[in-house]
Each structure stands twice: as C-alpha cells, then as structure tokens.
C-alpha cells in the first residue's frame, strides 16, 4: 500500500481513471479557429477543450463573441478549425473529405439557428419540412411520413402539421425546427440560441422539446444560451470565456449546484477570476497534495528575504 498522500492519489488515479477523452461523443482538444479579414486577425477560439458524452444534454453559455457560434459551426462541419483536434462520433472533422463531410451533416448532426427563418423553408407545411431531410438520405417514401408524424407528436407540435411556417408562431416554428434537425436520427443535436427570439413562454416550450428530443430521441444536444433559466435546467453547464473553456457547473437533483474548472490533456488548470481575486493569487501558486485533495496556496513573492539560517 501506499504511504504518502501523493502515492495514494497516484494509485486511485490508476485504479478509476476516467474514461479517455477518445470515448466521449463529441471531443474538442485545444480548438483553435482564427479569421483573417485584410489585415485584421481575430482568434475567435484560442485552445478551447470539451468533452461531451453521448447522451448528456448540455448548455454552452458566454459573453457575446466568446466564440460560441465558431464552435458550433465547427462542430457542425461547415467550418473548419485554423488548429488543434475535434472529434464527434467517430469523425476527425479536420481530417473529412468532401463525401464523408457530407454525409456527417446529413446523418450525424441536426441544427437549429437562432433565426426562425433560417431553419424551415416557408412554402413547405410543417410536416413536409420535417420529411425533406429524409429525401437527401433516401429513407424509402412510404417511410418519411409517418416519421415526420411521429416527431411532430413527440415534440408536441402534432397540431402544426399542415401549417406553413406564415401560420405558425415563432416558437411553433423553432419546435418543427427541431423536427426538421431530428428527422435522421441524428447523434448529436447542436442549437444556436434557439429561443434567443421568442418570449419566456414559447421559450420554454422549445426547451421542453430539446428535452424531448434528448430523453426521447436519445439525441445528445448542445444548446447555445444566453437564457440564465435553460441553463438553470441542465445538468450540465460549459462557460466560454475568450475562446476557452473556462468553468463548467454540475447541478444535482436537490437544487446543488457545484462549479468545476476545466482539465486539458496536459493537466492545465484555469481558476475562476473570482478566486484569483479573492484569494489574492499571483504568478506563482504553490500546490500541496492531501489525501482527497489538492490545496492551492499563494507562494511568497520573490522579493522577500530569504528565511534566516537554522
Ligand atoms: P458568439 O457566438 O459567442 O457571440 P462568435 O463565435 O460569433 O461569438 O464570434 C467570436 C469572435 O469571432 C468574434 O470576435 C467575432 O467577431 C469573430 N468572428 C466570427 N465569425 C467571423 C468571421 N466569419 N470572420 C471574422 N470574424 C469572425
Ligand atoms: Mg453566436
């Protein structure tokens, strides 16, 4: 057995490793993305690292321009990272080819944007916007419908089916939205401030149906929020700050919420700005390992004189 606390961590680290990183559904690993317009450089993400595993439902919150939509897009396949690695269900996304990119969009992942607009086609009725996805992946005729039906019932929408998007409200069309994204039954579920338009009541309805397609549909969903009240929903919330990761909160089932920061693959750690305030945390911090932790003190500065000889 082991004797020193150090040892002891070494060995329990050993014994219940987590799971690697390669086993999560959607894994991100020192994302970088920078757009170069003229002579502007901007980093829109600058190493961010995420790990999201398949079934988990998870909210992605930040400061506008904290690289959120990069990442979705990214993640997505539309764009493509300057460096670092991404990985969602088994595809490299910096490594697909044209085909491969294709068929992820298609099958993989479904999308939702923000604008109500932008996700259904006007002149199409609810459920003819639901079956179009299945076109593109040959999903036998006689089959498209009754799946659309389906979905729509699912997402609690089943009124809307032979509405055109003029006759549906906004959070109507957002929730046949999902539809239309999940129509493939894709893996992975990405939303971009979805209820960023719409009141707290429609808002909430379409957080219901993300929910849905999530428990129901065991679609693993990312959502993109601004709303402090979804994100209050959610197991499990990511902060991006500046392009990074910053902390994540866990919340328990009795209303506990505990904040994490975020571990990269080399074992890098950033600390929450609060604390390295509060605790007056400069430049060097000493680290000294206890049985079931790690505590963090701030070490001397270096202009102190040095302890007098023994
Ligand atoms: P968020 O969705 O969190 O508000 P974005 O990912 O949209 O943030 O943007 C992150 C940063 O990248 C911002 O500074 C934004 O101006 C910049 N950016 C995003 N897309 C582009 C682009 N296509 N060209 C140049 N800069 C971009
Ligand atoms: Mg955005």
Redesign the pocket.
Known sequence: MSDTPLAALEERARADRAPAADEALISCDSLVRIFRTDEVEVQALQGLDLHVTEGELTALVGASGSG??TLLGILSGLDLPTAGRARVAGHDLLAMGRRERLDYRRRTIGFIWQQTGRNLLPYLTALENVMLPMKYTRVPRRHRAARAEELLGTLGIGYCRDRRPGEMSGGEQQRVAIAVAGANEPRVLLA??PTGELDTASGTEVFTALRRANEQLGATVLV?THDAQVSGQVRRTVRIRDGRTSTETLRGDAETAEEYAVLDRAGRLQLPREYVTTYALTRRVRLTPEPDHIAIWQAPSEEEPPPPPQ
């Open positions: 959120k939509s971009d401030e993109v």
